[in-house]
């Protein structure tokens, strides 16, 4: 990766060839640290002006903000007291929580613009938090009264992917209550109760924050609690540092090429997370900003971002000298959420902190005593982790006689490999692959199945050792049975070949890997029975495929070379199956092919195939709207595009005309339905990308008869590119009215004021009393300078705003008319040509493609869209505006 604004970047990274691992593990700490949280562990905010959400109770009791002392009283008999959550149990004491709730099936929100403030609000308290993509669900409706309390707690995390709570106070006027908070050596307290009478308040925290709620000395606390659950994992506003990144990879690489590298890396989150939490799309402030980097530097460094939670256990023995220590990975999970290990050892070293057990421990155990022994005290300290391990070494996560999260790890390492195959992550998931083998694991088939896909896709001859030995060792199956036969056939004379199940689950490539490996585990007798029998068994075996796809072309191919001489097979077996379960790409390729070997003996079904395959596959062979368009990167029509010109150019020079039009007509009938619909994928780009190069092959074969061609013509022109017009502008104004202009905001009053004076018919100038400078600014936003001027003046009582219309709107809409109109002659010019002229006709070809019919100033009683109804495959003159 390069940045040519960046060059003087070089010279700030350290060059980290020449550093110890020690060095290196300072350095990435150090650039780690330095990453700044994305926003604070809780947010306060006051809202003087805001909407009644219309909290109704009991059915259809409404109660009034402020809240009064009966409506207080109603939602007190309609609660419950709030219990809270004590390990596994969630028990009632008001001891701890002195509090009422209400469900929120017993109550409602029924102001309808509450639903578009609150996401407002919502906005504002997770832009504090440093959140992005975070929604949230309603908890519980609370009240507190005199007396009321909430002693220190963390909220649960009640819902997959929650990561805070956000609570709405709602005017009543109280005193007390004091929410207090607490993270690491960081404190907050916000008050509700000073501004209770009339405003809103709200607060947020993560989930992990300690809390507690003040005792209320006085009147009556109301409040909406929301569980806030992130959406997505993109860190708040975060950016891409490109010179951090940069020093992230150079570090990165340089501690996975030392010698040392077999130590994992772990660097301890702010947060703590949860089971169900712990994945990279729920990340929290700070956290999310450094996962967010180190995994993007980790994806070119063949290095895993994993996740885990680390215990610490010391053990406290009066009998010993020495306490002591077990350090170790609870449980690993890899950037998803999904686990995939648990109970590895840790080496210390690795941690990329100093000094992080040197507080007091999250929980202590005392000494025991159990008959004539004693256990010794524990203290136990707990921390969430990133991980960083190697690729290579990921092997090390494998424990050899229990690991019931296997296939969940090799299914990473396999996702991994899908979305990033370079040589590293190769490398490394061909070390883990045999670490898989070599252990033993159980074999489950998901992971022989994974394995058996990258040995064919990576033809190492390692892993394919690997894998014959663990199949060998564990449950048999379909190469364990190759090698079976093989050895049967040592012993016997004859082979009943269809009791050795050699093609059993076999698809067309993988049969056809079969039928050019096996024969050579045969001695020659065996090898010629074999391939007998194979012939017929192909035949089995393509004709129960459900689909055909492109991977099994060569296939295709070589059945066609190998049988050519029996064309009834051909014409009643293959090609059904092919057209019937082909994939488009498929059909192309295999066409194509076909097509360039038309002269040779073994493809001389190559004019029968086209005849076919256009009359039966036209469906699949047709092109959708949504591949008509240009590539986004060279300009080019898309491949599919592409592919399907070629097949018409090829379809016409091999002379299957009539075919060729069962073919346009299905194309014509496909666009149609699809471009019938109010939402169609059909790109900007259908001239350039498509009409001008289906006249081209067209045209090169001087087809100019082909009724399907006009209609797809018509069609396309009609539906995308007369629709980027214009509507005509007006003959003359109205008296003095002019379009409404509106700055687009819902019941802005600065707009409204506006409409009456812009619309009117009598009013050319107006004067408005100048209250604020931001009203002028804000008009000035909203009308065009070219059609109106703002000026001030001065009034016996201050100034006006003076706005006058210049009367120029239906100049400036004939202007900005005529350009479309030209902009759409221009993109119709390649278009033009003999040959279109002869494929559509004098008249269609003047109206579609000359566009005579559009005046360019809007002045001419023409200006319609072209008169060209679509019925079928045939064109005619039809009402105007009626298009396809």
């Known amino acids: 990766m390069s940045d040519p604004s960046d060059s003087g970047d070089s010279a700030s990274i350290p060059d980290v060839a ?64 709030a219990p809270f959550g004590q390990g596994d149990r969630t028990i009632v004491d008001t001891s701890v929580r002195n509090t009422w709730e209400l469900h929120p099936s017993a109550f409602q929100l029924a102001n309808p613009a509450w639903e578009s403030y609150f996401t407002t609000i919502l906005r504002q308290a997770a832009d504090g938090l440093g959140l992005c993509g975070v929604k949230a669900q309603i908890d519980k409706l609370l009240l507190y009264e005199q007396g009321s309390f909430f002693k220190r707690h963390k909220d649960s995390e009640k819902e997959p992917g929650m990561v805070g709570t956000m609570v709405v106070c709602l005017p009543s006027q109280h005193q007390g209550g004091a929410v207090n908070l ?24 993560y989930s992990d924050v300690t809390h507690e709620i003040a005792k209320l000395t006085d009147g009556y606390r109301l409040v909406l609690t929301y569980k806030l659950i992130q959406t997505d994992g993109t860190a708040g506003s975060a950016k891409s540092q490109y010179k951090r990144l940069k020093l992230l990879r150079t570090l990165l690489l340089g501690w996975h090429s030392t010698t040392n590298s077999d130590t994992m890396l772990y660097y301890p989150l702010e947060h703590q997370y949860t089971q169900v939490s712990l994945s990279l799309a729920n990340m929290k402030g700070r956290d999310a900003a450094v996962c967010q980097i180190l995994h993007q530097a980790c994806l070119d460094c063949g290095i895993f971002l994993l996740f885990g939670h680390l215990n610490r256990e010391v053990f406290e023995d009066e009998d010993e000298l020495q306490d002591e220590v077990s350090l170790k990975l609870e449980t690993v999970y890899s950037p998803e959420g999904t686990k995939i290990a648990s109970k590895i050892c840790v080496d210390e070293s690795g941690i990329l902190r100093t000094g992080l057990f040197d507080r007091s421990p999250d929980s202590h155990s005392g000494h025991e005593y159990t008959g004539n022994e004693h256990s010794p005290a524990v203290s136990r300290y707990h921390e969430t982790v990133v991980i960083l391990i190697p690729k290579h070494r990921l092997d090390r996560l494998i424990d050899a006689y229990w690991n019931p999260y296997l296939e969940d790890m090799v299914s990473m390492v396999d996702h991994d490999l899908r979305a990033h195959c370079d040589a590293a992550t190769a490398s490394g998931a061909v070390a883990f692959f045999l670490g898989v083998l070599s252990e033993n694991v159980s074999a489950k088939p998901a992971i022989t ?13 390692d892993l394919a050792r690997g894998l014959l030995s663990f199949v060998l060792r564990k449950h048999p199956n379909r190469d364990i049975a190759l090698r079976a036969a093989c050895r049967r056939i040592e012993r016997s004379e004859t082979i009943e070949w269809n009791a050795c199940d050699v093609a059993k689950s076999c698809s067309v490539t993988s049969w056809e890997r079969v039928l050019e490996q096996f024969p050579g585990y ?25 689909k055909i796809a492109i991977s099994d072309l060569d296939f295709l191919i070589q059945s066609i070379k190998s049988r050519h001489d029996d064309s009834d097979w051909i014409m009643a077996s293959l090609f059904p199956v092919i057209a019937s379960r082909g994939q488009r790409e498929l059909l192309y390729r295999l066409l194509s092919t076909l097509f360039e070997g038309r002269e040779t003996k073994e493809f001389t079904v190559a004019k029968a195939a086209f005849e076919y395959m256009l009359e039966h596959a036209s469906s699949r062979l047709s092109i959708h709207a949504a591949h008509i368009g240009a590539d986004q990167e060279n300009k080019s029509p898309k491949r599919c595009c592409a592919s399907f010109f070629t097949l018409l150019d090829q379809s016409l020079t091999i002379g299957v005309h009539d075919y060729v039009s069962k073919l346009l007509i299905a194309t014509h009938d496909t666009l149609k339905s699809e471009l019938a619909l109010e939402q169609d994928e059909l790109s900007n780009g259908v001239v350039h990308a498509f009409l001008e190069p289906f006249a081209s092959v067209l045209g090169r074969h001087e087809w100019s008869t082909c009724a399907a061609a006009k209609d797809i013509f018509t069609l396309l022109i009609g539906r995308r590119v007369f629709l980027q017009k214009p509507p005509l502008p007006p003959g003359s104004l109205r008296g003095w009215a002019h379009k409404p202009k509106t700055c687009g905001t819902a019941g802005c009053r600065p707009c409204a004021t506006l409409h009456q004076f812009v619309t009117s018919r009598n009013m050319k100038i107006v004067r408005i009393a100048f209250t604020d400078e931001s009203l002028r600014t804000h008009w000035e936003s909203v009308l065009p300078a070219h059609l109106y001027s703002i000026n001030s003046e001065q009034a016996e009582t201050g100034y006006k705003i003076v706005i006058e219309k ?27 040509g003999e040959f279109t002229k002869k494929l559509l006709g004098d008249d269609c070809y003047r109206e579609l493609i000359l566009i005579e019919s559009q005046s360019t100033d809007g002045s001419s009683a023409v ?9 079928g495959n045939k064109t005619k003159k039809g009402n105007p505006g009626k298009v396809g």
């Open 806 to 832: 210049l009367c120029k709107e239906v100049e400036d809409a004939r202007v900005r008319y005529r350009v479309a109109v030209e902009e759409l002659q221009a993109q119709l010019a390649p278009l033009q």
């Open 522 to 546: 045969l001695e020659s007798e065996h090898s010629k029975s074999f391939k007998a029998w194979a012939r017929a068994k192909s035949d089995q075996i393509l004709m129960s495929q459900t």
């Open 449 to 461: 199945q994974t394995i058996m896909h990258w040995v064919m896709e990576f033809e190492s001859d």
């Open 18 to 81: 020449v550093d110890g691992v020690d060095a290196i593990k300072q350095k990435l700490q150090a650039c780690l640290d330095e990453i700044e949280a994305a926003g604070d562990f809780a947010t306060f905010h006051r809202h003087p002006a805001f909407v009644n959400p219309g909290l109704t109770i009991q059915g259809d009791r409404r109660i009034t903000l402020p809240l009064s002392q009966g409506d207080a009283k109603a939602i007190k008999t309609a609660c419950r007291r």
């Open 863 to 871: 200006g319609k869209r072209p008169a060209v109804k679509v019925t």
């Open 182 to 205: 607490s993270f690491k050596s960081e404190e907050r307290s916000f008050a509700t109760g000073p501004a209770s009478d009339w405003d809103m308040t709200t607060l947020a925290w």
